[in-house]
């Protein structure tokens, strides 16, 4: 069987084992035969699976564990555990039979996957869906003396001159460096997102509500410092920002999101490189 298969006496030390499952702890079939999973693995992890052996063996049935281990011969892998108990000849337990799949590629195909339903595929920031989905989740959460959000919409300026003049490489690589610079800003209870474009949304909870118009401030400034392009119309890549404070309780975020975005028209047409509050 190519499936990783093993049996167990109640003390832990193995029965017998396939060559799948020799192969998988890295030791020739006559070696695993009397050992424990200690004199393969570190103490810690061995114990822990011990401990999980018990377990099945107090309760009986069959359980399933997931969990990383790290091999000798194929380093960090995703492991999934099928564990049962074997009663021997005359009713009692005999000890435990289990069947390891190793489930890494499955688990890095969903991380990619993860990866693709959130993330903006050029800039990696998270896009708008994943931004709603925060955002609802955040404010479930938030308990009635604990509703102090905030929102911003941030827009490049003068981004289509880069585009035009500088060629849409160029435009790309200003975008990722800008979300790597908003980014650098992100913080617990900070998120941003790629609303689309050269668009993008800004969510503040907890203490960081507070402090969203430093946070952004900060964000703006470091943007005209590094991320500036001069453009025949002039200085392009930099950010105008429209902040607006959001009460869940009293208005949805698409509606914060709309007193915000008519602050970032304020901003626009006072000059551009500017932060703006909702009225």
Wanted: hydrophobic content about 40%; charged content about 30%; overall charge negative.
């Amino acid at each position: 069987m190519p499936t990783p298969i093993y049996l167990k006496d109640v003390g832990g030390r193995y029965l017998g084992c396939n060559t799948a499952f020799s192969q998988f702890v890295g030791a020739e079939r006559d070696r695993v035969i009397g050992q424990t999973l200690a004199d393969f693995l570190p103490e810690d992890v061995a114990e822990a699976h011990r401990q999980s052996d018990l377990d099945v063996m107090r309760k009986g049935g069959v359980i399933r564990v997931e969990t990383d281990v790290c091999m000798p011969d194929t380093g960090m892998r995703h492991i999934m555990l099928h564990k049962a108990c074997v009663a021997s000849w005359d009713g009692g337990l005999r000890g435990l039979a289990g069947v390891v799949l190793d489930i890494t590629e499955r688990k890095q195909l969903e991380a990619r996957l993860t990866a693709a339903a959130e993330r903006d595929p050029l800039t990696n920031a998270y896009n708008r869906r994943k931004f709603f989905q925060f955002v609802a989740a955040a404010t479930e959460r938030a308990s009635e003396a604990d509703t102090r959000f905030a929102v911003a919409v941030i827009d490049v300026d003068l981004f289509k001159s880069i585009n035009d003049e500088l060629g849409h490489g160029e435009g790309d690589l200003t975008l990722c460096s800008i979300v790597d610079t908003l980014r650098n800003h992100e913080s617990e209870g900070v998120l941003v997102a790629r609303a689309g474009g050269e668009e993008f949304f800004a969510f503040f909870s907890g203490e960081n509500a507070g402090r969203a118009a430093e946070i952004l401030e900060c964000m703006r400034s470091d943007i005209a410092r590094y991320c500036q392009v001069v453009t025949g119309v002039g200085a392009a890549g930099t950010i105008s920002i429209g902040l607006a404070d959001f009460d869940p309780r009293e208005e949805t975020i698409d509606h914060a999101l709309r007193r915000a975005d008519l602050a970032l028209y304020r901003a626009k047409r006072d000059g551009r490189n500017r932060l703006c509050e909702a009225n």
